[in-house]
Antibody
């Protein structure tokens, strides 16, 4: 079965940076787009970013554009999300999901606080 | 940006009853709407895509209907594990993909 495992979350001060990773296995990673979705504590789901299978096309939510960067390494079956200039409102569980959102990781918690 | 409005916010029912959840879009989605279930501490689980197609492994008691701007998720007979939060998501016009605010299905 498809497996997606996120890592890299943690506590960071406002203005700081983190890099999240999503390791994929048991599917043709490089053939499919991938997504990041986040969920603030006790809140709903917010789409963050999508990257095409080749990595040549990316899309971002307005709330993160210019601060977050999505990338992928198809040779390592890994998806990344670079989070810069972090704000308190970026505190959330960050999930990776495949292109059709039918497979999700368990998520990694990012907490932005001083 | 397409806005999705789910109703009701909370639905209180008993096991064995029928649940009907609604999702209304601010503009036509054709049939490009998905439904997810999220249990506490778990990631979302895709239930329905393209308004009425069950995802792999989803029980037949879950069904989706609708097109355009009005969509419905129906759970024919509630099982104890069905009490969770349900989200709709539009896939018609992105970016951005947008989600509804969720409907909490709780045990009465």
């Amino acid at each position: 079965d498809v497996q997606l495992v996120e890592s890299g979350g943690g506590l960071v001060q406002p203005g700081g940076s983190l890099r999240l990773s999503c390791a994929a296995s048991r599917f043709s990673f490089g053939s499919f787009a991938m997504n990041w979705v986040r969920q603030s504590p006790g809140k709903g789901l917010e789409w963050v970013s999508t990257i095409s299978g080749s990595g040549g096309s990316t899309s971002y939510a307005d709330s993160v554009r210019g601060r977050f960067t999505v990338s992928r390494d198809n040779s390592k079956n890994t998806l990344y999300l670079q989070l810069n200039s972090l704000r308190a409102e970026d505190t959330a569980v960050y999930y990776c999901a495949n292109g059709w959102f039918d497979y999700w990781g368990q998520g990694t918690l990012v907490t932005v606080s001083s | 940006e397409i806005v999705l409005t789910q109703s009701p916010a909370t639905l209180s029912l008993s096991p064995g009853e029928r649940a009907t959840l609604s999702c209304r879009a601010s503009q036509s989605l054709s049939s490009y709407l998905a439904w997810y279930q999220q249990r506490p501490g778990q990631p979302p689980r895709l239930l329905i895509y393209d308004a009425s197609n069950r995802a792999t492994g989803i029980p037949a008691r879950f069904s989706g209907s609708g097109s355009g701007t009005d969509f419905t998720l129906t759970i024919s007979r509630l099982e104890p594990e069905d009490f969770a939060v349900y989200y709709c998501q539009q896939r018609s016009n992105w970016p951005p993909y947008t989600f509804g605010q969720g409907t909490k299905l709780e045990i009465k």
